[in-house]
């Protein structure tokens, strides 16, 4: 959290305002009490109404400064909080772009949109208060005791004590029951989790009737729930009873050393008032400071979490331009001994890749669940770096390429289709920011989305909802493949892209593919092996390596993997 | 807005249903509150009388003073001791109620209609069930705890203030109702501005998690500083309108505390004349009434708060409730039968279903599936498959026709025996939280170890919970945890097993599973089927071409029916799909 308030930079102003004018005003609060005093023992005491009106006048020109003050502080305050959260937000989204996939994964998107909103506010208001109450209420407490002291140093000893107690009391209770509250919200969770799995499950807990077994299952788990938080309540419901003990033995103490002083003539009878209230002035700042508190160790904790994104650096760097000295004669895209390890996986997850693709060739990458085709596609645009070996596109090394010029030569469909809120033009123009109507058509035709597009109101300006909710998931995926086609990219990667389309559809579209004008090298991922059969080369991949390479007619022959996946999607003909 | 409030009327009404179970515990607590505020407030004008003893050098009795002091005492620990229990009741209260609500919010959740929990995303009802709970028990309960001492407060100050002095009181109930108006004035002000503020807040929220939550998709298409200039400019805005809302919104506190501190000075001001010009106030009264003017002012800033946090708490509670007054699904008819094991013969006939009136799915459906025959169910993606699986095992009734398992109406017979007929696995595995052996064991919570285990071997299941870390009694966290989709679907599988319950229900998996494992759950299901009935959802044309009859379905209703010759000959849609794979 410290090392966030380098994002004060630029309110420095108001974050030493807005504290300071809120001193002041805590300041002038002090002087009551003392003016309190003086109004009983001159002006009662000498019956003199002139006194007493100038007494008055004090108090309320002391009010009347004090807001003044008090505004001052809390827009200074509030000025600070907010900028200084606005600073954060820009400095984590850029941070969150630059982020390379590796710690995206590591991450993990909640929480990535987790920092960005709900820690946020926390950080926002925790400021906010911070900047308002944080040195107010020790400093209120800390001034009753010196006024206290200026007073009388007997008095004072008493504040020092009861001041003491009421902070062992707060601290202690508050020690005790943060634990036990952090408990509490476990079994909540674990409440919530039984509730969801209840709601997810509903169709199977039915077959089996098992209805009144959940019930019994989450009585028992929230019986335990309210077991806890029965018991937590009952120690914080100490708080206000102690303290407010504590206190009273504190004014009587003072009450009785005041009659002695008093009877001595060391004090005066107003003087005795003032201390009094001095003692209520400290009981109201401690239990805003215990609030404060718990509001501060949230944002602390938030604030951390923040802090520990943006410490996180990428683990890839790009230059700044592009090499362009590379190796002619190479093929398209290749291959050489490349290996992937993800980090914090115990096994390699690609192994020693070795092949070369031709320019326009149709590529086929088939394989069982994490076998590695989507982690293979992955290393062609460089979003993830291999750990051993190279990736060469037109003959340079993906490590050589500025990050928009190999981002550039690529198209890809990746498998879940989102699509994002705005008019179908805005989401296809993601591909190519200057694509033309005309090209936008075209690559809505390939991707056999014409229709879905024509069908729709306002066409081409049809507005796409968050996530894409108002289409189906055959049309978003339609509209994906039609993104990435509208870059007009040398390489075209659909990674298991067509699984939402059925097999009349799929088929179209493979064969628009290959009738395109500038045929790009085109790599299709899929389960199916019919997706995949017509395409130039086929890589077979099983566990991270290359089992098989070669055409459908090479593979069947010689690759058992191949014949396998084969034959279970076609079991009857072969 | 009279309709709103009756609303809330009502609801105040059921909420009272569930407090009423305590209302001793109520009586209870309300009689402690009161108690705990006179005692409180009557603690102030016992130390004003003690200052009233302690006037100057020898004229101080001690022995009064003492007294008193000792008596403040005693009332400090008595008035602490009955506000730990208060509090402790309230929190019983509290805690309690929430139980409660919860425990019936669940109960109906067991008898809603699979088509309310179809229709409601899961979060909302899990909000509703969990956090509308919450924030309702806390705030009402809470809310009304303060309201009940606030107002108490303020009567018995004003009591108190009363047998001091009437006329300084008057000053006093003079001035308080300015601090009210400020704050009203305030936050009706702010209203639009906050409005503003969570409006843009909103907008940004979608954003982030739009970009942020698709950042390789953002990166791979080369998006970042169009993303980047969106979101600033958003974040600009929304910086504008929070300073504002956050500035005038926190300007309630220090304008209510000058309201006060005027209070306070005119207090000093009329306790000073009075006590010059008639005496009829002592030092002691006039910092006893000090105090009094700081206490009294409090509750009323609290009571605005506190009002909304109410509304917000009844509406909280109108959200629970209407989950609970949903309409259950229809009731079992008293003497429905028990169907003990079915022989599996099912007969459609004349069926029509729809989810929504409007729109017809399935129309005039007729069928009949005798023992042991295999049905298959095919069509493209989002044709209504599960809509078949949702008739036959009564997860929705039929709109028109009927559907009968061995000569009776489905109907008539318990949801119970007729769902245990049916073993089902389906595409969406779902475990529970629990060992591996309690997740077999679901449909035979008394099953051995052998048993298990024999059902498993059965499934394929068995090689690969043999070498989890705990074998059968591996905990699986929410959703299986680390298990792959095909190990999920194999013990789903597993479970039908164990059971083995005279008619299927078979929903192929998708693309998501390898092959090898693939092959395992075909075999799997091969077993499962022999000699019973099963319906078999396909993905994969392939694996049915034996089925002895294959529904073809299109947007929702079966275009076609026959066996794969037949439909093949027919030259339909089936013909299509069948060659185009």
Redesign the interface.
């Known amino acids: 959290m410290g090392k966030l308030l380098r994002f004060l930079k630029g309110y420095e102003k108001e974050s030493v305002f807005g504290p300071l004018f809120k001193l002041l005003e805590a300041t002038l609060e002090l002087f009551?009490p003392l003016i309190?005093a003086s109004?009983?023992d001159v002006?009662?005491a000498n019956?003199d109404?002139g006194y007493?009106?100038k007494?008055?006048i004090l108090?309320?020109v002391?009010?009347?400064v004090?807001?003044a003050f008090?505004?001052t502080a809390?827009?200074f305050?509030?000025?600070a909080?907010?900028?200084f959260v606005?600073k954060i937000?820009?400095a984590l989204?850029?941070h969150?772009?630059?982020?390379s996939?590796a710690e995206?994964d590591q991450l993990g998107?909640?929480a990535?949109?987790n920092r960005?909103?709900s820690d946020m506010n926390q950080v926002?208001s925790g400021m906010?208060m911070s900047l308002?109450l944080l040195l107010r209420s020790p400093f209120v407490v800390m001034g009753a005791f010196i006024m206290a002291w200026t007073i009388d140093g007997q008095a004072a000893k008493v504040f020092g004590l009861t001041i003491l107690g009421l902070t062992v009391i707060v601290y202690g209770i508050m020690l005790v029951t943060i634990p036990l509250y952090r408990k509490v919200q476990q079994k909540?969770d674990g409440?919530?989790?039984?509730?969801?799995?209840?709601?997810?499950?509903?169709?199977?807990i039915?077959?089996?009737?098992?209805?009144q077994?959940?019930?019994e299952e989450?009585?028992d788990k929230?019986?335990e729930?309210?077991g806890s938080?029965?018991f937590v309540?009952?120690i914080s419901?100490?708080m206000?009873?102690?303290t407010?003990?504590v206190i009273?033995?504190g004014?009587?103490v003072l009450?009785?050393q005041?009659?002695?002083q008093?009877?001595?003539?060391i004090l005066?009878?107003?003087a005795?008032?003032a201390l009094?209230?001095y003692m209520?002035q400290i009981l109201e700042e401690l239990i805003k400071l215990a609030n404060m508190i718990v509001l501060l160790t949230k944002m602390v904790a938030s604030g951390n979490r923040i802090q520990n994104v943006l410490e996180m650096e990428s683990s890839q760097t790009f230059p700044k331009e592009t090499d362009t000295k590379g190796c002619k004669d190479m093929p398209h895209i290749v291959f050489e001994n490349v290996s992937l390890k993800y980090g914090g996986a115990g096994e390699e997850s690609l192994s020693n890749l070795n092949f070369g693709i031709r320019k326009g060739q149709v590529v086929g990458v088939i394989?069982?669940?994490?076998?590695g085709k989507t982690s293979l596609i992955n290393m062609i645009?460089r979003?993830y770096d291999a750990t051993y070996g190279k990736v060469y596109v037109d003959g340079i090394d993906v490590k050589k390429y500025k990050?928009?010029d190999i981002?550039?030569k690529?198209g890809?469909v990746?498998q879940k289709a989102?699509l994002?809120?705005g008019t179908i033009r805005d989401n296809i123009c993601?591909?190519n920011?200057e694509a033309c109507e005309e090209d936008i058509w075209k690559a809505l035709r390939i991707a056999q989305a014409e229709e879905v597009v024509q069908s729709k109101e306002g066409k081409l300006d049809f507005m796409i909802a968050?996530?894409g909710r108002n289409l189906?998931?055959?049309q978003r995926q339609r509209l994906t493949i039609a993104?990435a086609l509208v870059?007009k990219p040398e390489i075209l990667i659909l990674d298991?892209s067509s699984?939402?389309l059925?097999?009349?559809t799929?088929?179209n579209l493979r064969k628009a593919l290959q009738e395109m004008e500038e045929t790009p090298t085109i790599f299709i991922v899929s389960?199916?092996t019919?997706s995949i059969q017509h395409a130039d080369i086929i890589l077979v991949l099983d566990d991270g390596e290359i089992v098989g390479m070669g055409t459908h007619e090479e593979l069947l022959k010689f690759c058992e993997i191949y014949q396998?996946?084969y034959a279970?999607?076609?079991?009857?003909?072969v | 807005m009279s309709d709103k409030k009756r609303k809330q009327k009502e609801i105040l009404f059921k909420v009272w249903g569930y407090i009423k179970k305590y209302r001793m515990l109520v009586v209870l607590s309300i009689a402690f509150a009161g108690i705990v505020v006179a005692l409180t407030l009557y603690?102030p004008i016992l130390?004003g009388k003690?200052?009233d003893?302690?006037?100057?050098?020898?004229r101080?009795d001690?022995m009064v003073?003492?007294g008193i002091?000792?008596k403040?005492?005693v009332i400090?620990?008595i008035?602490?001791?009955l506000?730990?229990i208060m509090?402790?009741i309230n929190?019983?209260i509290t805690?309690?109620v929430?139980?409660d609500i919860?425990?019936d919010a669940?109960?109906r959740?067991?008898?809603l209609p699979?088509k309310y929990?179809d229709g409601h995303p899961?979060g909302d009802?899990?909000s509703r069930?969990?956090a509308d709970a919450?924030q309702f028990a806390d705030g009402l309960l809470m809310g009304f705890s303060q309201l009940f001492t606030g107002v108490v407060t303020i009567v018995g100050t004003l009591l108190f203030m009363l047998s001091i002095h009437p006329g300084i009181a008057l000053v006093v109930v003079c001035l308080t109702p300015l601090s009210l108006l400020v704050a009203n004035y305030i936050a009706k002000n702010t209203f639009s501005l906050f409005k503003e503020q969570s409006v843009t807040r909103g907008e940004q929220?979608?954003y982030?998690?739009?970009?942020?939550?698709?950042?390789?998709?953002?990166?791979?298409?080369?998006?970042?500083d169009?993303?980047?200039e969106v979101?600033?400019e958003c974040?600009?805005r929304?910086?504008k309108c929070?300073?504002k809302a956050?500035?005038f919104s926190?300007?309630t506190?220090?304008?209510t505390?000058?309201i006060n501190?005027?209070v306070?000075?005119g207090v000093?001001?009329s306790g000073?004349?009075v006590?010059?010009n008639s005496g009829g106030i002592t030092?002691g009264g006039?910092?006893c009434f000090?105090?009094y003017a700081?206490q009294y002012t409090k509750p009323f800033n609290e009571i605005s708060s506190v009002i909304t946090e109410l509304q917000n708490a009844i509406a909280c509670a109108g959200r629970i409730f209407e989950l609970m007054e949903e309409t259950p699904q229809v009731p079992e008819t008293e003497n429905a039968y028990v169907l003990e094991e079915a022989e599996g013969n099912i007969q459609f006939e004349d069926v029509s279903f729809s989810y929504v009136p409007e729109q017809k799915l399935i129309r005039n459906l007729n069928l009949t599936v005798e023992p042991g025959q295999k049905i298959a169910i095919v069509g493209?993606?989002?044709c209504g498959k599960t809509t078949l699986i949702n008739l036959l095992?009564r997860?929705y009734d039929v709109t028109k026709g009927s559907i009968k398992v061995d000569g009776m109406d489905i109907r008539e017979i318990t949801?119970?025996s007729l769902?245990?007929n049916?073993g089902?696995v389906?595409q969406e595995t779902?475990l529970?939280?629990g060992t591996v052996f309690e997740n077999i064991a679901?449909?035979k919570?008394d099953a051995t170890l052998e048993e298990v285990m024999e059902a498993a071997k059965g499934a394929h299941a068995h090689s690969f919970i043999k070498r989890l870390p705990n074998g059968y009694n591996t905990y699986l966290t929410?959703?299986g945890g680390s298990l792959?989709?095909?190990q999920k679907q194999l013990i789903c599988i597993a479970r039908i097993m164990l059971v083995l319950p005279p008619m299927l229900i078979l929903d192929e998996a998708?693309?998501?599973?390898?092959?090898?494992?693939?092959?395992k759950i075909?075999e799997a299901f091969g077993k499962l089927m022999k000699g019973r009935v099963s319906f078999i959802v396909a993905h994969?044309l392939?694996?049915i071409?034996d089925a002895d009859v294959i529904l073809v379905m299109k947007d929702g209703d079966i275009i076609e029916q026959g066996n794969h010759e037949a439909l093949l000959s027919k030259k339909g849609f089936y013909y299509?799909?069948y060659y185009?794979?």
Not at chain 2, 53 to 58: A, R, S, V
């Open positions: 009551v309190v109004l009983i002006g009662i019956r109404l007493i009106t007494m008055f108090l309320i002391l009010g009347i004090g807001l008090s505004l809390q827009f305050a509030a000025k909080a907010v900028g606005k937000k820009h989204f850029k969150m772009e630059e982020l996939y995206i998107t909640s990535m949109v960005m909103t926002q906010n308002r909540l409440v919530l989790a039984a509730t969801r799995e209840n709601l997810v499950g509903v169709r199977v039915r077959a089996f009737g098992l209805e077994a959940e019930k989450f009585s929230h019986g729930l309210t938080q029965k309540g009952s419901a100490l206000n009873p102690l407010y003990i009273n033995l004014v009587a009450i009785w005041g009659a002695i008093v009877e001595y003539g005066t009878q107003g005795v008032v009094y209230n209520a394989g069982g669940t994490g076998s645009p979003f990050k928009e981002r550039g690529v890809i990746p989102v994002f809120k993601w591909g920011p968050q996530n189906s998931g055959g993104r870059r298991d699984s939402a059925d097999y009349a799929d088929a389960q199916r019919v396998e996946i279970s999607q076609f079991k009857k003909e | 603690l130390i003690a200052i003893y302690i006037i100057e050098p020898g101080v001690f003073i003492r002091l000792m403040s005492v400090a620990i008035t602490a001791v506000q730990w509090n402790t929190n019983k805690y309690q929430i139980a919860r425990k669940f109960e959740l067991q008898i699979l929990m899961v009802v899990v069930v969990i919450d929220t979608a982030i998690d739009e970009m942020i939550g698709n950042q390789k998709i953002v990166q791979a298409f080369s998006r970042e169009i993303a980047m979101f600033d974040n600009e929304l910086e929070s300073l956050i500035f926190s300007l506190n220090p304008c505390r000058f501190s005027l306070y000075a000093a001001l000073a004349i006590a010059i030092i006039l910092s000090l105090s700081k493209p993606t989002g095992m997860f949801r119970g769902r245990k049916y089902m389906l779902w529970k939280e679901m449909g919570p929410e959703d792959s989709q095909g998708t693309s998501s599973i390898d092959t090898r494992t693939e092959m075909q994969r392939s694996t071409r299509n799909l185009s794979q």
